[in-house]
DNA sequence: GACTAGGTGGAAAATGTTTACCTCTAGATT
DNA sequence: AATCTAGAGGTAAACATTTTCCACCTAGTC
C-alpha cells in the first residue's frame, strides 16, 4: 500500500528499527545514520501509520472532548468555542490531536465516551461540563482513566483534578462592586441551580450581601435555564415587586442579553434605573447595549490550563489531583451607576 | 494487558476470527455460535481495540473537522457550534467518531491536517471554511482524499463536493422583501469580500436592485472584517451620506449586532427610520433589540448534510461530485418596516 | 592478548484486529 | 457410490509500528 518504515529501511539500507528510532530521534542512532534515514524518508514520501503506532506503543497523543449533551441549550454559549481554542492550544504544543464527543442524550454521551477510552482512542479526557451524579465521572474514576474537569465537580472534590474560578469569590467581587455604587437591593439571575457555577456564584453573592449587612431577599433570586419566553416572565416579575431590585447580578453575559431586552421593553433603562453585572466576558459583553460590565473569567485559560493538565497526568500517571483556581477580573464598561433615588 | 479478542475465543472455546465475526455480526456464524461468544465477551469486560481494528482495516471510523486557524474572530461566530451539532448528529447515526484540528496559522492547519490524513487517523474530512487558494484542498485533492466544504470552494467548483446555501438567492430574497416593503435605499454591510457568502450576498443584492429597476450606489456597501471599532465608523459614514440608506442588508446577525448598537448611539431607531435584514438567524438574532429579521439558512442542516454525505462519500470511493444546497426562509421579526417618508 | 565497556545497529517478538483461504461435515446430485 | 455444494468455523497472514534482547565493533584496561 503506502510507503512504509520497511521501504525506507530499505532504501536507507537499514533495519526498520533504526528507522523508528530515527522518528524518535533517539540518542542511539549516529547523527550520519539519522541524516541518510532521513533522506531516504523524504525521498519516499514517507509519513508514519499513527494507527500502527498507537498499537504498537499503546498511546495515542489525543485527547478526548465531552461536550455537553447536544440538545442542551449551552451548547450555543459562547463560552464553548472560546474555551475550545484554550483546549486546542494547549493541546497542539504538545502535538496532541483533540477528538470529540457528543451524544444527544446523557447515555449517548456516556456510550462515546466508553467507546474512546475502551477503544483505547484517547490517552485522556477533558470535561466541559458535571453534572449532579455524573455517569461520566463515575466511569472513569472507576478506570482510573486520567481526565481533568473543567468546572467544579459535585462531590468527591479533593479527589478529581479540575480547573475552575473561585466562583464564590468572583460573585462576591461583582455584587461588592454594585454594593461600591451604593446599591442596597440586588437581585440575582442565574442558570440551573444544579449547576455548580450557579451555586458558587450565588452563595458568594450571599455572602456580600451579608458582609455588607444587607437582607438576602429570596424573592430577588431567580434560576432559569435560559432567558427567554420563561426567563422573561420572570424578568418581569422581579421588576414588578413593591421593593423592585435597583441592580442585578446576571450568572452570564449570554443572559444578560435577554435581561436587558425583556427591561428594555418594560422601559427600564440600564444603567440609569438598573445596575447590571454579569459573567465571563465573551465579545457578546461589549456588543450588547450598554455594554456590559462583566466578569472576565479567562475562559481561554481555563482551556489551555485543562489540556496542559491533563496532558501532564497521562504522561505522568501518578501525578497527584490538584485544582487549578483561574483568576477573574471585572471589566468595567456602561452597565453600571450609583442607583436612582 | 487488557482482554483481547483471544481471551474470549479461549473462554468461548472458537478461534479468534469467529469472535472478530461476531462482532462484525457476519452472517457465517450460526445464532447459537453468536449467544456463545457474546457471553464470553460480556463475561470478561471485552472491548475492542480501535487501533488495531484500524489498523487491520486500514479505515478508522473517524471524521476530521478542519476549523478555521482560530486566531481568526470568525471563531467565536454563534456559526461554528451551530454547525458542529449538525455535523456531530450526522456523524453519530452512522458511528462515526469526530476528530478536530486547529492551528493558529494557515500553516499550522495545514500541517495538521497532513497529520491527520496522512496518519490514517481519519477517513474523510470536512472543511469549515474556504480561503481564496487554500492550501489544504489543494492538498486534499491532490492526495485524492475525501473530503467535503462547508460553504463554496473559490475554484473548480464543481469538482468538490460542497454543501452551501443558495447565498445569490437567499440575498436576493432579503433585499427583495425590503424593495416589497417599499424601500428604495438600501445599503449593504457584509464580511471580507474575500469570503466567498460575502461575494454570493453582494451578488443576489444586486441583482434584486437590477430587477427592481433601482440604481446600484458604490457609498452603500460596506465590508468589514468585524462590526467592533473599525467596522461602527463605515456604519457612521453609511449614515451620514447625504442620501442615507433607509435599509440595510447585513452578512451575519452577529454583525448585526454591531450594527444596532452603532445605530443606538447615532439616535437612529429601528425599524422606524431604517430596516435591517440579515442572516443566519442564530439564536442571538432572537434575543438582538429590535428581534431581527433574519434569513434562516439552516446552519443545523448545512453540519447534518456535510457529515451525511461524507460518508456516503467514503464509504463508496467513487461517489461523484456533488453540490449540495440547502433551503434558505426569511423568518420575520421586528427590524423591518416601511420606509420613514 | 583476553576482557570489558560503550556506541551502533539488527532480528524478532509483540501490539490486537481483520480477512483470504482452507477444512470439515452433512446432505444433495448425478 | 462418487462427487458437489453449502454452511460453519478454523489457520495464519497481514496491517505498520515499537521495543526487548542480542550482536558486533572499536578502544581502552589489566
Known amino acids: 500500500m503506502a510507503v512504509t518504515i520497511k521501504d525506507v529501511a530499505a532504501l536507507a539500507n537499514v533495519a526498520p528499527s533504526t528507522v523508528s528510532r530515527v522518528i524518535a ?26 494507527n500502527a503506532r498507537n498499537l504498537a506503543s499503546q ?11 447536544s440538545k442542551d441549550v449551552g451548547f450555543q ?25 457528543t ?9 462515546a465516551v466508553i467507546q474512546m ?25 472507576e478506570q482510573k482513566f486520567p ?11 479533593e479527589e478529581i483534578t479540575h480547573v475552575d474560578n473561585d466562583n464564590v469569590r468572583a460573585a462576591k467581587d461583582a455584587t461588592d462592586y454594585l454594593i461600591g455604587y451604593g446599591h442596597e437591593k440586588i437581585g440575582f439571575i442565574g442558570g440551573s441551580a444544579e449547576l455548580m457555577v450557579t451555586v458558587d456564584r450565588v452563595s458568594g453573592y450571599k455572602q456580600a450581601l451579608i458582609n455588607a449587612g444587607l437582607e438576602i431577599t429570596n424573592e430577588y433570586m431567580i434560576h432559569e435555564e435560559f432567558l427567554r419566553e420563561g426567563g422573561q416572565e420572570a424578568v418581569r416579575e422581579l421588576m414588578a415587586l413593591e421593593h423592585p431590585p435597583t441592580a442585578l447580578v446576571v450568572a452570564d453575559d449570554f443572559m444578560a442579553l435577554g435581561v436587558l431586552n425583556t427591561l428594555d421593553e418594560l422601559g427600564i433603562r440600564v444603567p440609569d434605573d ?3 453585572v454579569s ?27 485543562a489540556s496542559k493538565n491533563l496532558i501532564v497526568m497521562v504522561e505522568n500517571r501518578n501525578e497527584p489531583t490538584k485544582r487549578l483556581i483561574i483568576s477573574h477580573q471585572i471589566i468595567e464598561r456602561l452597565s453600571c451607576s450609583k442607583p436612582n433615588p
Chains 1, 2 share one sequence.
Do not use: C, W
Open 25 to 50: 530521534d533517539s540518542p542511539r542512532i549516529s547523527e550520519e545514520t539519522k541524516q541518510k534515514v532521513k533522506k531516504a524518508m523524504e525521498q519516499l514520501g514517507y509519513h508514519p501509520n499513527l
Open 59 to 69: 498511546s495515542t497523543q489525543v485527547l478526548g472532548l465531552v461536550m455537553p449533551s
Open 77 to 101: 454559549n459562547p463560552f464553548f468555542p472560546a474555551v475550545l481554542q484554550g483546549i486546542s492550544e494547549g493541546a497542539r504544543e504538545k502535538n496532541y490531536a483533540l477528538q470529540m464527543s
Open 103 to 111: 451524544g444527544k442524550s446523557e447515555r449517548e454521551v456516556l456510550d
Open 117 to 141: 477510552v475502551q477503544g483505547k482512542r484517547v490517552d485522556g479526557v477533558i470535561l466541559l461540563y458535571s453534572n449532579v451524579d455524573d455517569q461520566v465521572i463515575s466511569y472513569l474514576k
Open 147 to 157: 481526565f481533568v474537569l473543567i468546572g467544579k465537580p459535585y462531590i468527591d472534590i
Open 274 to 276: 438598573l445596575s447590571i
Open 279 to 305: 459573567f465571563n466576558n465573551v465579545l457578546l459583553a461589549e456588543m450588547a447595549r450598554p455594554p456590559l460590565t462583566s466578569v472576565d473569567i479567562n475562559i481561554f485559560e481555563l482551556g489551555y490550563q
